[in-house]
């Protein structure tokens, strides 16, 4: 087993990051919304206010990091981070407005996370290595969405909830420590930015060739977050409300569906070669619909963990495909912004899914249809993006 590099590390921490930004507060989202005041649907914006901002500015981040260089986009987007968190710490008096201020500019800063990092391993790894790293990169993602649940619930228990947020300082200041040394390595060199005409022209000529590839990639990977985060946020209500359980073991039960996600993401990274994703990604996309489809007749809470662990271990399969699909379709000059509208896609599923099953969660039968209906959207669009890649 080859060993991590310190640049690797720094790379695996972006994607880390961005994830503690909301799973760490799913625990804690009741707690957070007594103590602002915050009722019925808004308490779905205390993950959505760090989301669509972040998903809004994707795009223009990518495109300055083709201009400017991935490394300064990160350090700056570690810079917002850093404020954004400082607010919400201050926010621990009771005022939602100053909290949702800090979620906001909190989002801002993640913009600069998961789809730089990618962009970055694209253009710093080739071959078989740039795969391993992506696919490495998809399960510190999902490591982190295991992880920070029980973390947030845990810190929850020891400290006001609003001193959680000094976790994201912490982490930032370590990213920023080593990105002083091992991005040194990612300079754009003075003048091998093409002049925006030029470059404009490329995007439009790449999409033109491969918008049947790409968008039906980013949907793909946008609709699996949107179930994802959904049905994160349903259960973080209904194992409290339902079954009364709350504190660690709430944190734990979350455990299992994200813990199956990371674990097909690792085991698919490592077999992932050149022609085989679209096994991964085919037999990913059978264990969703069958899963999702499970949820209308088997309501326990043990069946309901069994189901959603199938369906997020299928998504593991899903990403680390989709993640190399998009980052090796282009070359370094335009990757920034491919990348990015694939981020923007995977962050708007995050935003979304709170909001809408946070008004789905009422009625437990019909949310259920309607997972189902978007995991059979997701199988659809995969077979419309096999059917385009055999005709190219």
């Known amino acids: 087993m080859m060993k991590m590099t310190r640049l690797?590390?720094?790379l695996l921490l972006l994607p880390l990051?961005?994830?503690?930004?909301?799973s760490m507060l799913i625990p804690i989202l009741p707690e957070i919304e007594a103590s602002l005041g915050l009722e019925g649907a808004w308490s779905g914006f205390?993950?959505?206010?760090?989301?669509?901002?972040?998903?809004?500015?994707?795009?223009?981040?990518?495109?300055?990091?083709?201009?400017?260089?991935?490394?300064?986009?990160?350090?700056?987007?570690?810079?917002?981070?850093?404020?954004?968190?400082?607010?919400?710490?201050?926010?621990?008096?009771?005022?939602?407005?100053?909290?949702?201020?800090?979620?906001?500019i909190q989002g801002l800063g993640a913009a600069g996370t998961t789809p730089l990092a990618m962009a970055l391993a694209g253009d710093l790894f080739g071959g078989e290595k740039r795969t391993g790293v992506l696919a490495a990169l998809e399960v510190s993602n999902g490591a982190g969405k295991v992880l920070a649940p029980i973390l947030g619930a845990t810190l929850a228990f020891l400290l006001p909830w609003n001193h959680s947020f000094w976790v994201y300082i912490l982490v930032s200041f370590i990213i920023l420590a080593g990105l002083r040394k091992e991005l040194s390595v990612e300079k754009r060199k003075s003048g091998s930015f093409r002049g925006t005409g030029r470059y404009m022209r490329d995007i439009q000529i790449i999409f033109k060739k491969k918008w049947m590839l790409l968008v039906p990639l980013y949907a793909v990977g946008g609709t699996g977050l949107f179930v994802l985060f959904g049905i994160l946020y349903f259960l973080s209500y209904h194992i409290e409300n339902t079954f009364h359980i709350d504190g660690f073991f709430k944190g734990l039960a979350f455990l299992f569906p994200l813990g199956a996600m990371v674990v097909t993401s690792y085991w698919c990274g490592k077999r992932l070669k050149e022609g085989n994703g679209g096994l991964y990604m085919g037999t990913g996309v059978v264990l969703m619909v069958a899963a999702s489809g499970g949820l209308f007749f088997w309501d326990s809470l043990s069946g309901l963990m069994f189901l959603l662990t199938v369906c997020f271990g299928g998504l593991g399969l899903l990403l680390p495909v989709i993640n190399s699909e998009v980052t090796g379709a282009v070359g370094e000059e335009e990757r920034g912004l491919v990348v990015s509208l694939y981020?923007?896609?995977?962050?708007?599923?995050?935003?979304?899914?709170?909001?809408?099953?946070?008004?789905?969660?009422?009625?437990?039968?019909?949310?259920?249809?309607?997972?189902?209906?978007?995991?059979v959207a997701l199988a659809l669009t995969y077979m419309y993006f096999l059917k385009e890649k055999s005709a190219q």
């Open 46 to 104: 205390i993950l959505s206010a760090f989301t669509i901002p972040a998903a809004i500015v994707i795009p223009a981040v990518g495109v300055l990091s083709d201009r400017f260089g991935r490394s300064f986009m990160v350090k700056w987007s570690l810079y917002l981070m850093i404020l954004g968190s400082l607010i919400c710490v201050m926010s621990g008096g009771g005022s939602g407005l100053l909290f949702m201020t800090g979620r906001v």
């Open 17 to 22: 990051l961005m994830v503690l930004g909301n």
């Open 8 to 10: 690797e590390f720094v």
């Open 343 to 375: 981020g923007t896609s995977r962050f708007a599923g995050v935003a979304l899914g709170p909001i809408a099953y946070g008004r789905w969660k009422e009625d437990v039968t019909s949310m259920y249809g309607w997972t189902f209906a978007f995991v």
